[in-house]
């Protein structure tokens, strides 16, 4: 009795710290979605992008210096990572260059379908099977995207569009992500996720740089790399301290740093039908989960899954 009561202790407390790392790496995004749309108010999306991953490269090597950062670049799985790496650039470019045009806090709500993404990615790729109640989670946050969109009613602009892209290729970056957790370190997948991004992004941005314009930009040059490397970072340990069903349903909390930094810098607050559809999406992505832990515990429990 007495030896086995630690456990659970020893349990509870590393989930909570995934949960803790998890809050840490949503409001790293929050920084990092702001300091990108007021640099893009002035400057390429190449160079923010630019920015973006060469300060993610450095900050993760510094990090992982002293585990040997030259060696995490040694992949067993390279065509996947490299297909995560291009994934992830996917899903940069189109959400850098939607803040040009679009709130903070919609341009999160509308990304928040990539769960939606990730579930309907896994039927052909991962050969996961999808049930009725699952297809009417999905359909129903599709839905709640709709509402915030408003297609044909002029109410935002069409660059939303782009973050459903964004979805798009943050879903199949988690489903890759999946693959090759098996064969490499999550320190591999880390660097990985901004590799190809650093080397196309600094052949490019010779062509299209421009220097700050004041200090306070340059100082927000160094912004992008820092909260990337470290948000990614952050969200791999929360992973690796707790079971994905406890740690992320604490993600959509990131409309929270959302919306208080879109409010404060940018003096932009969302409208009714906004909180309206991403409640749905919220809603649905919650469920999801919930039915992914129950299929796990059954399948864990009779060697079969349950949707």
Not at 47 to 76: C, D, E, K
Not at 139 to 162: K, N, S
Request: hydrophobic residues 50%.
């Amino acid at each position: 009795m007495t030896s086995s009561s630690p456990q659970p202790t020893q349990s509870g407390d590393r989930v909570l710290r995934g949960i803790l790392y998890m809050l840490l790496a949503v409001t790293l995004f929050s920084g990092l979605n702001a300091s990108v749309k007021f640099l893009t108010t002035d400057y390429s999306t190449v160079q923010v992008l630019w920015l973006r991953y060469t300060g993610h490269i450095v900050y993760v090597f510094v990090l992982l210096a002293p585990r040997g950062a030259l060696g995490a670049i040694r992949s067993n799985r390279p065509c996947i990572q490299l297909s995560r790496s291009m994934m992830m650039i996917g899903a940069t470019v189109c959400y850098y260059t939607a803040l040009r045009y679009v709130s903070l806090p919609t341009a999160a709500a509308v990304n928040f379908t990539s769960p939606l993404m990730v579930a309907l990615l896994a039927i052909p790729l991962l050969g996961e099977s999808v049930g009725m109640r699952r297809w009417a989670a999905i359909l129903m946050g599709f839905a709640g995207g709709l509402v915030i969109v408003r297609p044909g009613l002029d109410v935002v602009h069409p660059a939303v569009l782009l973050v459903f892209g964004t979805a798009f290729c943050y879903g199949m970056y988690q489903v890759l992500t999946r693959k090759v957790a098996p064969y490499d370190s999550s320190e591999t997948s880390i660097i990985y996720t901004a590799l190809l991004g650093f080397i196309f992004t600094s052949l490019l941005v010779p062509f299209d740089f421009r220097p700050p314009n004041n200090w306070i930009d340059a100082l927000v040059f160094f912004a992008p790399g820092f909260f990337g490397g470290l948000s990614h970072f952050c969200l791999v340990k929360a992973y690796e301290n707790g079971p994905a069903s406890a740690i992320s349903p604490y993600n959509y909390t990131q409309l929270v740093g959302s919306v208080t930094l879109s409010v404060i810098i940018f003096d932009e607050f969302p409208d009714f039908w906004t909180w309206v559809g991403c409640g749905i999406i919220i809603a649905s992505g919650l469920y999801l989960m919930h039915r992914e832990s129950i299929a796990q515990r059954a399948s864990a429990n009779t060697g079969t899954g349950s949707q």
